[in-house]
């Protein structure tokens, strides 16, 4: 199959040089073998001799002169050297990093983290379909990747050749984009060489005008060819539309349809204008919402003659002007923590931060190296900040400094936020099992296996944890971590459970509904049905349920008949968990704002616009509310009711 040529093909030839096993480079590293290559040259895999007591593996990609004219050579070096200086600027997750580049017999070398998976077009040959819901979280990471990328600083970088053989799966699942030979720094309005793979590239990367809407393109090209298995370069350019996905992939969601379908419109115009947008549409789609056709004019429950605080008009965002705002340098998926005069909250720039609640002054940042989708938790008596990160790492920090105090090593990514109860922190990872360590030190207690990715919040009572899982699977475990009892829906568990004073246990699925459980046995009491997956945790306050769904819509339920109070239409899926206080009912919508609802008639009192959608809970104290946004953002708003 072609590789990344000049439009017009450069043949390849079989690279009879490749260095043989046990040679040893620039004194340091030790080659293991060949990973793949082609006429240009090899990419092989290497111990870093510079870590004897350590088994570190990195991989080295080769290039070869092309001849021995002195200015071939020279444009050829110039290109690694390129690539090698792009990478050195990056930092993202799915990013390999550089760790060296040297010139040695007459041919150039780039060392990078050595990544344990396997490429997508590796993946398809070897399977006959790959799950639609693995598809659409790899296009959701592919679309962060290529954001981070298109908003780079000083200089915004185009990929120009997304496919199937440049993105790895790592070993966790994880995506890793791999080769960046032709990607280039994008400056508007000058012309560029025309290259890129055939079948992938954008109707106007043919001429030379690449942009950033041309590597939106080459994704949908590579999530059409994933689901339909048709091969782009062995059609006719630009013919997607004669190949249905439907036809070919009927499983996928007609959501999926659309949102590849607008990223391959000719028109660079008619595509997503950036990798963000193209993102929040999969996002919908994996909460299972259909794309959005625009945002609604009226949030209130359907009612025109919605309350306010100023004689029945509404109460504007323009008149809630925040305290302070504190920006980060990617989304802030997950919810803020305090303890005493500190703010924590943490970031997909791979970052904790810490801020004076006061002022949102900075404080101190604890880098991992991997974003942070989970909320951090305090654990109060030991005075540290706990949090797990996409590194597979969970991390214990002290909150005044940010030092680390202890750390625990899972074998899959941490999106789960922790719990800390009886001196113990719980939590789940990506790898299925749940976590019990002591909280002051981190010693491991015990573990317990979900076989499916754990994302919710452990629930503890006195004597259960109570935890959900991506199998659909909720279970009561002991103290000790033994299992008690077992409830299993059709789909999903994203919601976390919550218990009340009366032992009534609560969650939602990805089948829509809302369940009750009795807590001691895990016996069904009733379920409450909405039109899209429950992702939210329910808040209770009184005799009533408060919650949103991905159906748009935000509910008052009571607990005890499952009958539905009332409704608050938002228009967008509502997956962040609410907050109740002296009366109202706070909560973030995917739409970006930040409401303020009536707790008995659900009328809207005020909201809030931020610049990005909402998926975690706010922090609420007396005098102040603190919510974060996917804008980066992280919101300290006064108490108004």
């Not at 046990?22 to 990419?43: D, E």
């Not at 994704?219 to 994933?226: D, N, P, V, Y």
């Not at 790898?431 to 491991?444: I, K, P, S, T, W």
Request: charged share 25%; hydrophobic share 40%.
């Amino acid at each position: 199959m072609p590789e990344t040529t000049q439009f017009g093909g450069i043949e390849d030839t079989h690279n009879e040089g490749s260095l043989k096993a046990n040679t040893i480079l620039v004194n340091r590293y030790k080659i293991m073998g060949v990973l793949g290559g082609g006429g240009q040259g090899a990419v092989y895999q290497a111990r870093d001799l510079r870590f004897p007591e350590a088994k570190r593996l990195v991989a080295i990609k080769e290039m070869l002169y092309p001849s021995n004219d002195p200015n071939q050579r020279a444009t050829t070096l110039r290109t690694f050297e390129r690539e090698a200086n792009i990478l050195a600027t990056l930092a993202h997750p799915a990013i390999p990093k550089i760790f060296d580049f040297f010139d040695q017999n007459n041919r150039a070398y780039l060392v990078e983290e050595y990544i344990n998976g396997s490429d997508l077009e590796l993946l398809m040959n070897k399977t006959k379909e790959l799950p639609v819901e693995k598809i659409t979280e790899w296009a959701i990471d592919l679309c962060d990747v290529l954001h981070y990328l298109h908003n780079h600083q000083p200089d915004p970088i185009i990929f120009r050749d997304i496919k199937p053989s440049n993105i790895m799966i790592d070993s966790f699942g994880k995506v890793r984009l791999i080769d960046f030979g032709i990607a280039k720094k994008f400056v508007s309005g000058t012309k560029q060489t025309m290259i890129g793979t055939e079948g992938y590239s954008a109707p106007e990367q043919y001429k030379g005008d690449a942009t950033p809407l041309s590597d939106i393109y080459s994704l949908g090209a590579t999530l059409h060819h994933i689901l339909t298995r048709k091969d782009p370069r062995l059609e006719a350019p630009f013919t997607f539309n004669e190949r249905p996905i439907l036809d070919f992939a009927p499983k996928a969601p007609q959501g999926m349809v659309d949102v590849i379908e607008k990223a391959l419109a000719m028109e660079p115009k008619d595509r997503f204008q950036s990798m963000a947008e193209m993102k929040e549409a999969l996002e919908r789609v994996k909460m299972g919402a259909a794309p959005a056709a625009g945002k609604t004019a009226a949030r209130t429950n359907g009612n025109p003659n919605a309350t306010s605080l100023f004689e029945g008009e509404e109460f504007s965002a323009s008149a809630i002007e925040p305290r302070w705002k504190f920006k980060t340098e990617d989304e802030i998926r997950g919810g803020p923590a305090c303890f005493r005069d500190m703010a924590f909250v943490g970031s997909y720039d791979t970052n904790v931060w810490a801020v004076k609640m006061d002022s949102g002054e900075f404080a101190w940042k604890f880098p991992t190296t991997g974003g942070i989708a989970a909320s951090p938790v305090i654990d109060n008596s030991n005075r540290l900040v706990l949090f797990g990160s996409e590194d597979n790492t969970f991390n214990a920090v002290d909150y005044q400094n940010g030092r680390i105090n202890w750390t625990y090593s899972t074998k899959g990514r941490i999106r789960s936020t922790a719990r800390v109860a009886h001196d113990h922190v719980f939590f789940g990872s990506d790898d299925g099992f749940v976590y019990a360590l002591v909280a002051g030190n981190g010693r491991y207690l015990w573990q317990y296996d979900m076989g499916a990715p754990v994302r919710t919040r452990p629930f503890v009572t006195n004597d259960l944890i109570i935890v959900g899982a991506e199998s659909g699977e909720l279970v009561g475990l002991e103290l000790a971590g033994s299992r008690k009892w077992t409830y299993r829906v059709k789909r999903s568990i994203n919601s976390s459970p919550v218990v009340d004073d009366q032992g009534i246990c609560y969650f939602g699925g990805f089948d829509g509904n809302l369940y009750a459980l009795d807590s001691a046995n895990g016996y069904n009491l009733w379920r409450f049905r909405t039109n899209g997956p429950i992702v939210a945790s329910v808040v209770k306050d009184g005799e009533f349920l408060y919650f949103g769904s991905t159906d748009g819509v935000f509910y008052c339920v009571n607990a005890e008949s499952a009958r539905e109070k009332w409704r608050f239409t938002v228009g967008k899926p509502v997956v962040a968990t609410a907050a109740v206080h002296k009366g109202s009912v706070y909560f973030g919508g995917t739409d970006g704002a930040f409401y303020c609802v009536d707790l008995k008639t659900g009328k809207e009192k005020w909201k809030f616009e931020t610049g990005g959608g909402i998926t975690s809970a706010p922090y609420l104290s007396e005098n102040i509310i603190l919510v974060s946004s996917m804008d980066k953002t992280l919101y300290a708003l006064p108490m108004v009711n």
